[in-house]
């Protein structure tokens, strides 16, 4: 299985980009990266997923490198909101149709006034 | 929308005693998922649904059943419940047909504690 390393922990200014790294080098062709967050410990939210092309949406940018090992997370202005644990995921194959998450034990950022 | 609703939200249970947890999602997805997490920990998949008449096992099945009752909902049953059971178990559902990309979406979760 397809696994992550995250740093356990992060500081960042409010109003500055945080950038989540995530080290992924056991993936494979076809398996998608997923960011998720959870903040205290309410369900995990989506964040953002990809293959191997960055992606933008409306919370936050997707880094990926050209060799997929690793990627990035990347939110431009943090707010006191944005503090959480955040979870990179590469989703695996089962034999039934459908895929599962792997969970790691996440980053917990903390963004600072 | 209500998107993925677990009920209850928060349980006490004494040792041996049983129980089950509901899910229910109105997003017609195919796929749903239970986890587990406990304190400072990622969540661990305990059981999941591909589709409607399917259930499998994921990493920590032991101590639990499932069922798919329909496409809308997938019960947890602890059948004698046991102190390292509680945890904070949380359902998902997912759309899109088998090898679809589409992310998984959680409920709120359902706090237990086992005494």
């Known amino acids: 299985d397809a696994k992550t390393t995250q740093p356990p922990s992060m500081d960042c200014a409010e109003g500055r980009a945080a950038n989540l790294p995530c080290n992924h080098s056991?993936?494979?062709?076809?398996?998608?990266v997923y960011w998720y967050r959870q903040i205290h410990s309410q369900g995990p939210q989506y964040i953002i997923h990809?293959?191997?092309n960055n992606e933008t949406n409306e919370m936050a940018s997707l880094i990926i490198t050209e060799d997929r090992k690793s990627s990035t997370l990347i939110l431009p202005h943090a707010t006191l909101r944005d503090t959480a644990v955040y979870y990179c995921?590469?989703?695996?194959?089962?034999?039934?149709?459908?895929?599962?998450?792997?969970f790691g034990t996440g980053t917990r950022l903390k963004v600072l006034a | 929308n209500a998107g993925v609703t677990q009920t209850p939200k928060f349980q006490v249970l004494k040792t041996g005693q049983s129980m089950t947890l509901q899910c229910a999602q109105d997003?017609?997805?195919?796929?749903m998922y239970w986890y587990r997490q406990d304190p400072g920990m990622g969540l661990r998949l305990i059981y999941y649904?591909?589709?409607?008449?399917?259930?499998d096992k994921g990493e920590v099945p032991n101590g639990y059943n499932v069922s798919r009752l329909n496409k809308r909902e997938f019960s947890l049953r602890l059948e004698s419940a046991a102190p390292s059971q509680t945890s904070v178990y949380f359902c998902?559902?997912?759309?899109?047909?088998?090898?679809?990309?589409?992310?998984?979406?959680f409920g709120d979760g359902t706090r237990l504690s086992i005494l």
């Open positions: 990809g293959l191997k």
């Open positions: 998902a559902s997912r759309g899109g047909l088998f090898y679809s990309n589409q992310p998984q979406h």
């Open positions: 997003m017609n997805h195919n796929s």
């Open positions: 995921i590469v989703r695996v194959a089962s034999s039934t149709g459908t895929y599962k998450y792997i």
């Open positions: 056991t993936i494979s062709g076809n398996e998608y």
């Open positions: 649904s591909a589709s409607e008449g399917t259930t």
